[in-house]
């Protein structure tokens, strides 16, 4: 086949960041060992990009959210480290773990029932502790089903350990009283934010996501983590234009000078919504660019006041350190990263 041409669109991933965020999560953890969330496709880096980066730092557990996110990461690690979060659905999710070898996580009595009455063997159990979201009601814990259960590892998950709020200890509270009624391998409640609460929150296991990626979800973490992922778009054309002329979709920008400005290879099927707007810019070797006017479906444009030597096919970056992007974006750093899109080459 001819050779795809050289893209407009890259995602540079620092991988020794990657690796040190484990490590520092791992370490944050205690006596604990961080696992990996590695669901919609590693929070859009990359399965195959981030996995085995994990795995060589030390991470053993992997979560993935549905069945069909299992064999990219079975490609990298062995099926008995790997949790599918959303659990049984039908007797076909339960042949398939058996097949595979990878656990469900149960998350109510019809899904324990399922399970074992397809055979049974090693699982996971969520217990709702406050979130109203997955897992069994506590009020549950006592019907004979869970006894029967092979767990290994026992799971809640905090709603709003990103904030100083009373819900953390009494989900703590609860899960401890969880921990002391049902028999498990191993006991796991904290999430990235919840890694940064401290190690009476960290049990045996830990499940960050979004701090591995270069997320901040509570300022402990700060110093911590580092960024991850560096997305840059091509500049595809120069133009020159004059007072009074318009920029884009309904000239939501008016120039009110001559300008030199630059049409960047950036839209939403890369991410970068409109509600990056006004407060958005890129940059070029260090200098910011504004945006102008709205964002198009694959483009947008910026002043290229600041980088007068900026040509056409030269990069540009997109300023993507999560919590500022956050803020300037209004997407929470869980948006940033999973609406990444197809388009970006490494
Ligand atoms: C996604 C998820 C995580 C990871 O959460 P982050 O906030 O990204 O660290 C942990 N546990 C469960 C159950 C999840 O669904």
């Not at 990235?192 to 960290?202: K, V, W």
């Not at 939501?252 to 810019?281: E, I, K, N, Q, T």
């Amino acid at each position: 086949m001819t050779m795809l041409p050289p893209p407009s669109l890259r995602l540079d991933l620092d991988t020794a960041a990657l690796a040190d965020n484990w490590r520092s999560l791992d370490r944050l953890s205690g006596a604990a060992r961080a696992g990996a969330a590695v669901k919609a496709d590693a929070y859009g880096l990359g399965v195959g990009n981030v996995v085995p980066v994990l795995a060589q730092a030390g991470a053993r557990d992997f979560l993935v959210a549905h069945w069909s996110e299992v064999p990219a990461v079975l490609a990298h690690v062995p099926a008995d480290r790997i949790a599918v979060l959303h659990g049984p659905m039908s007797e076909a999710d339960c042949r398939f773990a058996r097949a595979t070898g990878v656990r469900p996580v149960l998350n109510s009595l019809a899904q324990g029932a399922r399970w074992v009455n397809t055979g049974g063997g090693p699982c996971d159990l969520m217990v709702d502790t406050g979130i109203n979201r997955l897992g069994l009601a506590l009020s549950d814990l006592g019907d004979p089903l869970v006894a029967r259960l092979a767990v290994d590892t026992l799971m809640s998950h905090l709603a709003s350990a990103d904030e100083d709020v009373p819900q953390n200890a009494e989900q703590l509270a609860r899960f401890r009283d969880v921990s002391a009624a049902v028999p498990a391998r191993r006991r796991s409640l904290a999430n990235s934010a919840g890694i940064g609460l401290g190690d009476a929150y960290a049990f045996d296991v830990t499940r960050p996501g979004l701090a591995l990626y270069g997320g901040i979800p509570r300022a402990e973490l700060v110093a911590a983590i580092r960024q991850v992922a560096y997305p840059r778009a091509a500049i595809l054309q120069v133009r020159q234009i004059e007072a009074g002329e318009g920029v884009g979709y309904n000239a939501a920008f008016v120039a009110s000078r001559p300008m030199r400005v630059g049409v960047v290879s950036l839209g939403y099927a890369d991410g970068f919504l409109r509600c990056w707007g006004a407060r958005g810019y890129l940059r070029y070797e260090g200098a910011k660019l504004p945006l102008l006017g709205k964002v198009s479906m694959d483009m947008v444009v910026v002043d290229l006041a600041a980088a007068p030597g900026a040509r056409e096919g030269e990069w540009v970056d997109v300023p993507y350190y999560l919590p500022a992007a956050s803020e300037r974006s209004s997407l929470s750093q869980y948006e940033l990263l999973t609406t990444l899109g197809q388009r970006y080459r490494a």
